[in-house]
């Protein structure tokens, strides 16, 4: 990675340990630019008080699988990522900018539709994805770093807020801001992810200009994605009738809870009878 020295970017230093150091003196004036892909961003207060980002490449990038409004998510992030759409959208001085906010109770699948896409626009984009990792009071000290990045790299920026309902709720201000406001990021995607999406404020969910979309990720409905799953993962142990029965009898399940259910099959298979016993203390 080539060295960049800037005035603009005085506050951190992208170190070879996949680590960025955070000066609140502003004494560090040498960055690196960061490689396209996933990076876990986080801040540590008092004593050290840094921003801390590290590289991560193992990560779930499973599958997708059909959920309301998948194709108009396609379309939009395909047009998104246009260069005539960005030219436009800077010629009527309009933020080129989209969010996607996903929510619905735990293990629906939510990290696993997020994962895809920023799967598939680090690979097609040279995306740099942040997903951020904080306390919520230290949101704007990442953000901030978030913004510093901007200023030396033109690349897509995926931001993932994942308990975005913690973030909202002590940040409120700061999240409107940082998604639309005049610190506003320019060519990013956002997506936020909540299992209690009564906690985020109306201002934040129900303005397009933050969220295009608000979107419950709810059980899987068809069987024959559900027979996919259960093929992929169990076919070899059991025959195509009793993968069907079982598709039948997990409509409705969440991804989570059909993994949990091949876990306990794959369990069942190769253990070998366990022998009860009672236990306790004497």
């Not at 540590?44 to 008080?49: A, S, V």
């Not at 973030?167 to 406001?181: H, I, P, R, S, W």
């Amino acid at each position: 990675m080539a060295e960049v020295k800037t005035n603009d970017l005085n506050s951190f230093n992208y170190l070879e340990s996949g680590e960025i150091l955070f000066s609140i003196f502003d004494t560090v004036k040498t960055v690196k630019s960061l490689d396209p892909g996933l990076y876990n961003i986080s801040y540590l207060g008092h004593p050290e008080y840094r921003v801390t980002l590290q590289n991560s490449t193992n990560y779930e990038s499973a599958k997708i699988y059909n959920f309301a409004e998948k194709n108009k998510i396609d379309e939009s992030i395909k047009a998104f990522t246009t260069l005539k759409v960005r030219q436009k959208l800077k010629e009527l001085s309009f933020a080129h900018k989209l969010g996607v906010l996903l929510y619905g109770k735990e293990g629906g699948g939510k990290t696993s539709i997020v994962n895809y896409y920023c799967n598939q626009l680090i690979t097609s984009n040279d995306a740099i994805v942040f997903r951020i990792n904080c306390e919520p009071c230290y949101l704007s000290k990442v953000t901030d770093f978030i913004l510093k990045v901007r200023g030396i790299q033109d690349n897509l920026f995926i931001v993932v807020m994942d308990e975005m309902e913690e973030l909202a709720k002590e940040n409120e201000g700061q999240v409107k801001t940082f998604m639309d406001g005049a610190e506003s990021l320019d060519n990013t995607i956002f997506f936020g992810m909540t299992n209690y999406i009564d906690k985020i404020p109306s201002s934040i969910k129900n303005r397009p200009s933050r969220f295009k979309y608000c979107i419950e990720i709810e059980g899987i409905q068809s069987e024959k994605e559900i027979k996919t799953i259960l093929d992929k993962m169990i076919g070899d142990i059991y025959e195509d009738e009793v993968i069907m029965k079982f598709s039948t009898d997990l409509k409705g399940n969440t991804l989570d809870q059909i993994k949990q259910f091949c876990i306990d099959k794959i369990m069942d298979i190769s253990s070998t009878p366990i022998t009860k016993k009672k236990i306790g203390f004497k």
